[in-house]
């Protein structure tokens, strides 16, 4: 089952903090297919881990199907 903050952030992106980043990692631990989850978690760390956004966004890339998600 997934955690209704995780349900809560995929309806609202914009309200995501930085202390989602951890719960966001464990949930594409727990299904880590799902492309949304992946997005978003991708969006906090382009937000508050700077640092390690060209790693996580290569990683993103991977399990992305549509690229397009990146042009944009």
């Known amino acids: 089952m997934m955690n209704t903050r995780v349900l809560e952030l ?3 992106p914009k309200n995501i903090q930085s202390e989602d980043l951890h719960l966001l990692k464990e949930e594409i ?3 880590p297919y799902i492309q949304n989850i992946r997005a978003l ?3 906090g760390v382009h ?3 700077k640092e390690n956004y060209q790693k996580e966004l ?3 890339a991977a399990y992305t199907t549509d690229k ?3 042009i944009s």
Do not use: A, M, P
Request: proline content about 0%; glycine content about 0%; aromatic content about 28%.
């Open 29 to 31: 631990n727990s299904f």
């Open 58 to 60: 290569s990683v993103t």
């Open 68 to 70: 397009r998600f990146f």
């Open 41 to 43: 978690h991708l969006y």
């Open 10 to 12: 995929l309806k609202n």
């Open 47 to 49: 937000l508050f881990d």
